[in-house]
Nanobody, 116 residues
Framework: VQLQASGGGLVHPGGSLRLSCAAS??????MGWYYQAPGKQRELVAS???????NYADSVKGRFTISRDNAKNTVYLQMNSLNAEDTAVYYC?????????????WGQGTQVTVSS
């Protein structure tokens, strides 16, 4: 099972970025994005089920949009109106139910830096 994240980079405040995460080896019930700023815990940014039900952290509601292409087994995170507080390493996550228990996998992180 692999999750390959891409799309991070340096952007000015108010700018936009789109992250992608391509999964292989498994179909995930839920896919999501987490971020981790230096010295802080990893936190959920957004998640989406295979049926398209989404969940967002309050801090990104109205600015970020998560979507997925089930045919491509890929999840996206469109990030708009970025600010300095969004600077972090972003990790893709996928999980699925197996015999009543959730199994989760992480992709490698991709750095997002918002700076003027």
């Amino acid at each position: 099972v692999q999750l390959q994240a891409s799309g991070g980079g340096l952007v000015h405040p108010g700018g936009s970025l789109r992250l992608s995460c391509a999964a292989s080896g498994s179909i995930f019930n839920v896919m999501g994005w987490y971020y981790q700023a230096p010295g802080k815990q990893r936190e959920l940014v957004a998640s989406i089920t295979s049926g398209g039900v989404t969940n967002y952290a309050d801090s990104v509601k109205g600015r970020f949009t998560i979507s997925r292409d089930n045919a491509k087994n890929t999840v996206y995170l469109q990030m708009n109106s970025l600010n300095a507080e969004d600077t972090a390493v972003y990790y893709c996550n996928g999980r699925y139910l197996y015999r009543g228990s959730w199994l989760g996998y992480w992709g490698q992180g991709t750095q997002v830096t918002v700076s003027s």
